[in-house]
């Protein structure tokens, strides 16, 4: 059983409050659209910098600051019976949603924000929050003093394997929508036994969905292949986001409740 401390509960925070683990889809205010010109060197010849056009719009997009907000559902196809649990003893489940809030100013840092996990029965896991310099978790309940981040797009981690041999990105289209599919492969140099399977994995496919017009983040798969020819879905999001919309009071009152010292 894999035991989550609290060191590592306030980095899953930090990454849930600023985006960096995997987000966004859905309807958004218009925009100029992000063209593709297939003979354009970011496509033809170099993918990989492709990405920062489908940030910038994205950043774009948030330009004149205000509330994001976004709602993902995830799974992971384990053969564990979770995907971890905290020193309480809350587990994290396989499947669940999570609902966030992020405030972007006009300098485009985040300058509050509300993310709620929620596991399918309709218990919260786990709520993070972040406001006046300060982040909150519920699975801890401890305020630590955190900068505000910067809003720089999201792309679940593409970013840090530009450099994959294997990289390549394709336009594709889905239900009339212009998407850019993004995919590489991570091999193992020998089978690889992990908390999450009973038999030894070979390697991991990661696939990226963006939307063409926006820049956003559709969703994204990752695949696990097994010692023994299968393949599982190790981790699979798909989320929806809304511009402008306010949160609702009690989602609002988290902030009182972290400035009040947590849930003491």
Same mark, same amino acid.
């Given at each position: 059983?894999? %035991?989550? *401390? ?21 309807? %958004? $205010? ?11 060197? +970011? ?26 907000? @976004? ?13 971890? @649990? ?15 809030? #992020? #405030? ?7 300058? $509050?924000? /509300?993310?709620?996990?929620? +596991?399918?029965?309709?218990?919260? @896991?786990? /709520? ?11 699975? /801890?309940?401890? @305020?630590?003093?955190? +900068? ?19 990289? *390549? ?24 036994? *992990? ?36 393949? $599982?879905?190790?981790?699979? #999001? ?6 402008? $919309? ?19």
């Amino acid at each position: 059983m894999k %035991v989550i *401390t609290k060191s590592r509960i306030f980095i899953l925070v930090l990454l849930i409050l600023f985006g960096l683990i995997y987000l966004i889809s859905g309807n %958004v $205010r218009a925009t100029p659209p992000l063209m593709i010109d297939q003979n354009d060197d +970011a496509i033809s010849n170099l993918p990989a910098q492709y990405i920062y056009k489908l940030l910038d719009q994205q950043k774009l997009i948030m330009k004149q600051g205000g509330w994001l907000h @976004v709602r993902t559902h995830r799974t992971h196809d384990i053969d564990a019976e979770n995907f971890g @649990v905290f020193s309480n003893g809350q587990e994290l489940p396989k499947e669940y949603d999570f609902e966030d809030w #992020f #405030f972007i100013n006009e300098r485009g840092l985040i300058e $509050r924000s /509300v993310s709620i996990q929620t +596991a399918m029965d309709g218990n919260i @896991v786990q /709520v993070g929050v972040y406001s006046d310099g300060t982040s909150w978790n519920t699975a /801890v309940d401890e @305020v630590r003093k955190e +900068a505000p981040a910067s809003f720089n797009g999201f792309d679940a981690g593409l970013q840090s394997e530009l450099n994959n041999e294997t990289l *390549t990105m394709i336009p594709v289209v889905e239900n009339d929508k212009q998407l850019i599919k993004y995919d590489f492969t991570l091999t193992e140099k020998e089978p690889l036994l *992990t908390d999450e399977y009973f038999k030894p994995k070979t390697s991991m496919k990661m696939e990226y969905f963006f939307d063409q017009s926006t820049g956003f983040l559709l969703r994204f798969t990752q695949t696990a292949f097994l010692e023994d020819g299968t393949q $599982r879905i190790f981790d699979f #999001f798909e989320s929806d986001y809304q511009i402008g $919309r306010e949160p609702p009071p009690e989602v609002l009152a988290y902030f009182d409740k972290k400035q009040e010292g947590g849930a003491k």
